[in-house]
């Protein structure tokens, strides 16, 4: 079975300009998370998604950072314009709907350097 | 206060040796508990759950304490392959969000 399947694994811009993250989550998979992971740090969530539900994004910079579930399979995260402080690691994973047994399976990640 | 606060560590301990992590919790709401391990530059995996009467898993052992909003992990006979930072997580009732700890880094060393 494929995992979580994340993209660009790794990316460099400058600051002000814009960037994207895609995720695909484990089939069958219907919340989705995305967190954040700064160095020395745990993952923070951004957003998690019930299917295409935002459930709760409130953790979420909504002045530059979007994110959208169209079909409530994969998902993109959005920076525009991204600024020096949003250089983390950018994990997306995704659990079955309503069976809190705590296993997130999370992708490898998007590292993000902003210049 | 964070939510979920760990002692980050490094924690440097001999192959062979018995090390504990403690995790301490602000909400008295939560309602599940888990260790999750991260090696280098990879994403985390879950490693345990963590009940309410305590558990183990093998040379780990995970233990709860409600009251005073504490969590702990255990790991006996430490083995080179087992360095890599342990985070500790926390969810509320009925809820899919789980919050994270910073983590604790540990090193086994020959």
């Known amino acids: 079975e494929a995992g979580v399947v994340q993209s660009p694994r790794y990316k460099i811009i400058e600051k002000k300009q814009p960037v994207a993250f895609w995720c695909n989550p484990i089939s069958g998979h219907n919340t989705l998370y995305w967190y954040r992971q700064n160095l020395g740090q745990g993952p923070e969530l951004l957003i998690r998604?019930?299917?295409?539900?935002?459930?709760?994004d409130s953790q979420l910079p909504k002045d530059r950072f979007s994110a959208e579930r169209l079909k409530g399979v994969d998902s993109t995260l959005k920076i525009q314009p991204a600024e020096l402080g949003d250089s983390a690691v950018y994990l997306c994973?995704?659990?079955?709907?309503?069976?809190?047994?705590?296993?997130?399976?999370f992708g490898e990640g998007s590292r993000l350097t902003v210049l | 206060r964070k939510e979920v606060e760990q002692d980050p560590g490094p924690f440097n301990v001999p192959e062979g040796a018995t090390v504990a992590f403690n995790c301490t919790y602000s909400?008295?709401?939560?309602?599940?508990f888990f260790w999750y391990r991260q090696d280098c530059r990879k994403e985390p995996k879950l490693l345990m759950s963590v009940y309410s009467s305590g558990n183990e898993d093998g040379r780990f052992t995970a233990q709860l304490n409600r009251a005073s909003q504490y969590i702990s992990l255990l790991i006996r006979d430490s083995k080179l392959s087992d360095s890599a930072t342990y985070l500790c997580v926390v969810s509320q009732r009925g809820g899919n969000k789980l919050t994270f700890g910073t983590g604790t880094q540990l090193k086994v060393e020959l």
């Open positions: 998604y019930e299917n295409e539900e935002a459930v709760d």
């Open positions: 909400n008295s709401a939560s309602q599940s």
């Open positions: 994973a995704s659990s079955k709907d309503r069976v809190n047994t705590g296993e997130l399976f």
